[in-house]
């Protein structure tokens, strides 16, 4: 009796436990199972600047037998951020998949421009089902300003020179800006804006989170003592702006004058001789002058040799000697002829114009009276012979 009530009970639950096991199956087979959506993009995690635009390109894969018709939208982002869904040009929020086959989205997202540093997590999903995480690095705090930056504040030169400054202006704003340009320089300076190198602005447009290259050009006076001057520059607009410390240090100004001890500039030389002619080099600036060379413009055959040729150094306010040989062509004729002197450095140079008159030699003046002799004392003969008949 016993085991006819036993046996039907452990049959039940032998029937039992192979349902619960089927099911189980089942349900492990289902967990595990090949999501008929999938989402693919190679970068998931990307480090960026604020405000900087991250751009996605994802695949949307359809793994089952029939076509999908798949809703897309992003969550976890706050308000200040932008993203945008497109296909093509178009901006999509569901896109058709064909069995076994893939569709291409772009996701676009913008970094706030105010932000704090760190990791930012969020979610492209696809359907109900799908979700492919993404993370965005900000490296640094958003600044939400304008910067005003050089590679190199300070420049050194004569007073002469002309100091160029290449500086960016950046509007990390989320508003086009129109900047006015303006600085703050010593009486008798000059400063200039360019904008793309060759345009003269005073004042330049910068769109949101853009930045505009602008050349400075400082012009200081020929005659200002040599030291060290703050150009402030500053770049403003209606509710923002930056200001741009530079630097100009002068090591003096050049200058140089070429002339005779006299302060004549003229003299005469016998064709196919010589002229030496004593030069004055002057430095006329506050900084000293070094390896002055010497050359010179002549009419054809003429040279012209200088001793010494070249002055090492020449302190500020100094004079130094410089002798020059004129030799002229031997063929040269009566005449005046025009004789060109430069002194020059790398700083600055100097010229003289020298006015050389040239005379035949003696000998010639002397043949010419003989041959003059010679021809009346001919004619005093003829009339003496012939002048009876």
């Not at 951020?81 to 064909?98: F, N, T």
């Not at 150094?313 to 002829?337: F, N, Q, R």
């Amino acid at each position: 009796m016993l085991a006819y009530v036993f046996y039907p009970v452990g049959l039940l639950c032998m029937m039992i436990s192979g349902l619960r096991a089927d099911t189980t199956s089942r349900a492990t087979d289902t967990l595990h199972a090949t999501p008929s959506i999938r989402l693919y993009t190679p970068y998931t995690k990307i480090s960026v600047h604020p405000g900087q635009s991250i751009t996605y390109a994802v695949d949307v894969m359809n793994n089952s037998h029939v076509t999908q018709n798949v809703d897309l939208w992003v969550s976890g982002l706050s308000p200040a951020w932008d993203y945008s869904l497109k296909s093509g040009s178009w901006d999509i929020r569901q896109i058709a998949v064909l069995p076994g086959q893939k569709e291409s989205v772009t996701l676009q997202v913008t970094v706030p421009l105010r932000i704090n540093k760190g990791a930012y997590r969020f979610y492209l999903h696809a359907g109900q089902k799908t979700v492919l995480p993404l993370t965005v690095i900000v490296t640094q705090r958003g600044i939400y300003k304008t910067a005003f930056t050089t590679d190199q504040p300070n420049l050194e030169g004569a007073a002469n020179s002309t100091f160029t400054f290449n500086t960016t202006l950046q509007n990390a704003t989320a508003d086009t800006q129109l900047y006015a340009l303006n600085a703050e320089v010593p009486p008798g300076w000059d400063i200039a804006f360019k904008a793309n190198g060759y345009k003269q602005v005073a004042s330049i447009l910068v769109n949101p989170n853009s930045t505009q290259n602008l050349t400075i050009e400082v012009h200081p006076p020929d005659q200002v003592p040599a030291g060290k001057y703050q150009i402030p520059v500053m770049a403003s607009s209606g509710n923002t702006g930056a200001e741009l410390n530079l630097e100009v240090v002068i090591t003096g100004n050049y200058g140089m004058t070429l002339s005779t001890p006299s302060g004549l500039l003229s003299t005469d030389v016998t064709a196919g001789s010589e002229r030496t002619l004593k030069l004055t080099v002057t430095n006329t600036g506050s900084a000293d002058l070094k390896k002055i060379n010497f050359s010179s413009s002549t009419p054809t055959n003429w040279d012209v040799t200088f001793d010494p040729k070249t002055i090492d150094e020449l302190p500020a306010g100094k004079t130094a000697e410089v002798s020059a040989v004129i030799k002229a062509d031997k063929h040269a004729i009566a005449g005046d002829y025009l004789v060109t002197i430069r002194a020059n450095t790398n700083e600055t140079s100097a010229k003289a114009d020298f006015r050389v008159t040239v005379k035949t030699p003696m000998l010639w003046g002397w043949i010419g009276i003989l041959i003059i002799l010679i021809a009346l004392a001919s004619i005093y003969y003829l009339f003496r012979k012939y002048g009876r008949r």
